[in-house]
């Protein structure tokens, strides 16, 4: 192996898999020591056969659907977890965040976990003192900081957790989804922290439904599917293997939400995307004019529809909500049994990325409308010739005058 420290490899899974024995034939032996028995039919697989490398000062980023083994990678990653076949080797400081609140103690206050945690990662006393300011910080919690953490928000307790690891200077940093919890600014800083860690040659493994956040932080992906490793390789290409995934069963699904759930009060068929020519699309180029169309079916009588239409990133995060209501454009009433067609139009001025976009439906009852059910959420990229980096494209222009 060469000396050259970018070329040293931090962690290394061989065939990496873990089961867990099914119920009808789990044994006192079986259950307490799985990894040292074969797999028997009915056996559960949470993870199968997955071997990568990550090398000193990259950043792997790991996507999939929930179920699909990211969380279950990680936690043997972090040695919380026996892998039942194959090995992982981790070298050096490893500092994880994978989930809220984990190594704090709930009775106490944040600044004693501070201390606490900063002692689990093997530093005095003194050391973590040295680095409290900081740490206090970038939590930017307040008062709240001398609270019992068990009284703090999921948001609070993401910032605590990810300012106490990035002040113990990893060498290995595991991510799994807990920034997902944080506000746009916190999460903010955290990516411009892990790009600066990055920088200073800390290895990131980093679990996240943001498309965006891996194609923009990561030198490699990893997609997972049921416990298997599907797709590896370029960020781009990974996520846009998982969309193509992703939309490929919608489209095999009946193309209704929950569609003949007992209790369900609206039903969504043929929701699609189309551009301006009229055909489907899971590529809209960004700035242009399209339309989402579906077919609602109601199961019970709405006397005030309020239709409302919302994109978000792949995360979650909302980018534009609009509504019937907030359009002063009312609907007549539907009774059961209705079916009537969406058709909404709009103007993608975001910038290239991933996105989904969805319908919804409520009814107004006295000043709060109630809502009754949405539809499947349309997962697409939007596409352009001109570059931009964000989420709404403001197709600004820069002009500069020379002042003599």
């Known amino acids: 192996m060469s000396s050259d420290s970018s070329e040293k490899i931090l962690v290394r899974a061989e065939s990496l898999g873990k089961f867990y024995p099914a119920l009808h034939t789990r044994n006192l032996l079986r259950y307490l020591f799985p990894f040292n028995l074969r797999s028997r039919d009915g056996d559960f697989w949470a993870l199968r056969d997955v071997s990568f490398e990550l090398e000193a000062g990259k950043v792997l980023g790991i996507i999939g659907r929930n179920g699909s083994g990211k969380s279950t990678l990680m936690q043997m990653v972090a040695g919380l977890l026996q892998p039942s076949t194959g090995t992982v080797e981790v070298e050096g400081k490893t500092a994880a965040l994978l989930e809220l609140g984990a190594g704090f103690n709930p009775d106490f206050t944040g600044r ?8 689990i990662y093997g530093y005095t006393r003194e050391e973590v003192e040295e680095r409290f300011d900081r ?4 939590a930017d919690i307040g008062a709240h900081l001398d609270h019992p953490v068990k009284t703090y928000s999921s948001g609070m307790f993401a910032r605590l957790a990810f300012a106490v690891a990035i002040e113990v200077n990893p060498q290995l940093l595991l991510v799994d989804e807990i920034l997902s919890v944080g506000d746009i600014g916190f999460q903010a800083r955290c990516y411009r922290r892990i790009e600066k860690l990055k920088e200073t040659g800390t290895s990131i493994l980093f679990v ?4 965006s956040a891996v194609q923009m932080l990561c030198d490699e992906a990893i997609l997972l599917e049921r416990g298997r490793m599907m797709a590896r390789g370029k960020p781009k290409d990974v996520t846009d293997t998982f969309l193509e995934m992703v939309s490929m069963q919608q489209q095999k699904l009946p193309g209704v939400l929950a569609s003949e759930d007992v209790g369900a009060k609206v039903t969504f068929s043929d929701v699609a995307l189309y551009d301006e020519d009229g055909r489907q699309t899971a590529n809209p180029r960004a700035g242009e004019f399209h339309r989402v169309k579906a077919v609602l079916k109601t199961h019970v009588d709405i006397v005030h529809p309020v239709i409302s239409v919302q994109l978000k990133t792949m995360m979650g995060f909302v980018v534009y909500d609009h509504s019937t209501l907030v359009a002063n454009q009312p609907v007549r009433p539907l009774v059961k049994g209705d079916e009537v067609e969406i058709v909404c139009d709009l103007h993608l001025h975001i910038c290239p990325g991933p996105f989904r976009l969805g319908l919804g439906v409520a009814d107004m009852r006295g ?3 109630v809502t009754l059910g949405g539809s499947e959420a349309i997962a697409f990229e939007a596409i352009s010739d001109r570059r931009a980096y964000g989420l709404a494209n403001l197709d600004a222009t820069i002009h500069i005058d020379y002042v003599q």
């Not at 740490?135 to 970038?138: G, M």
């Not at 996240?208 to 498309?211: K, R």
């Open 112 to 119: 004693e976990n501070v201390m606490l945690s900063g002692t």
């Open 135 to 138: 740490i206090v910080e970038f």
């Open 208 to 211: 996240s439904h943001d498309l």
């Open 367 to 369: 000043e709060m409308p």
